[in-house]
T-cell receptor, first 113, second 110 residues
Framework: DAGVIQSPRHEVTEMGQEVTLRCKPISGHNSLFWYRQTMMRGLELLIYFNNNVPIDDSGMPEDRFSAKMPNASFSTLKIQPSEPRDSAVYFC???????????FGPGTRLTVL | RKEVEQDPGPFNVPEGATVAFNCTYSNSASQSFFWYRQDCRKEPKLLMSVYSSGNEDGRFTAQLNRASQYISLLIRDSKLSDSATYLCVVNGGGSYIPTFGRGTSLIVHP
């Protein structure tokens, strides 16, 4: 079975543009996580879904960030408008059950100029 | 106090050395614990889960101390390939919200 799939792998955009990151979790996994990683702040949980329902979004930085999970096999993280401080690696991860091992995708490296 | 704390290191050790990392957590209701390994510019990958009774996987041993609220990772006979950042993860509360530590950097040299 394929692991967690993320797209794009790299994204370079200009300040003010909309950015959409995509994630396909491992088939059958019920929990999905979006993380952001920077040198300054480490790995931060942005939002966590269980059975497609957002359980905790307290890590979402501000209203410019939104995440959706319309079905069990797809999720998006959108930033609108993007700012240079959003530059980071964004990881998606999934787990079979809550509290279980998380499997990470390869990440999307975002650069906002 | 941060929820999950790790010594960032780096720990610089020779091949064959034994090295230990600790990770402290603040939420006494935490329910599951893991160690992940992250190589440079790669995603984190599970190294091992941490069980209440302690567990071993080859050269790696993980321990949980609920009373003092910390988990530990011991690596014996270090290899060059063990060089990486080691992240602890604590899942807390009824919603199993995961919190990662900032990671401990390990450099194993010849």
């Amino acid at each position: 079975d394929a692991g967690v799939i993320q797209s794009p792998r790299h994204e370079v955009t200009e300040m003010g543009q909309e950015v959409t990151l995509r994630c396909k979790p491992i088939s059958g996994h019920n929990s999905l996580f979006w993380y952001r990683q920077t040198m300054m702040r480490g790995l931060e949980l942005l939002i966590y879904f269980n059975n497609n329902v957002p359980i905790d979004d307290s890590g979402m930085p501000e209203d410019r960030f939104s995440a959706k999970m319309p079905n069990a096999s797809f999720s998006t993280l959108k930033i609108q408008p993007s700012e240079p401080r959003d530059s980071a690696v964004y990881f998606c991860a999934s787990s079979l059950l809550q509290g279980d091992t998380q499997y990470f995708g390869p990440g999307t490296r975002l650069t906002v100029l | 106090r941060k929820e999950v704390e790790q010594d960032p290191g780096p720990f610089n050790v020779p091949e064959g050395a034994t090295v230990a990392f600790n990770c402290t957590y603040s939420n006494s209701a935490s329910q599951s614990f893991f160690w992940y390994r992250q190589d440079c510019r790669k995603e984190p990958k599970l190294l091992m889960s941490v069980y209440s009774s302690g567990n071993e996987d080859g050269r790696f041993t993980a321990q949980l101390n609920r009373a003092s609220q910390y988990i530990s990772l011991l690596i014996r006979d270090s290899k060059l390939s063990d060089s990486a950042t080691y992240l602890c993860v604590v899942n807390g509360g009824g919603s199993y919200i995961p919190t990662f530590g900032r990671g401990t950097s390990l450099i194993v040299h010849p």
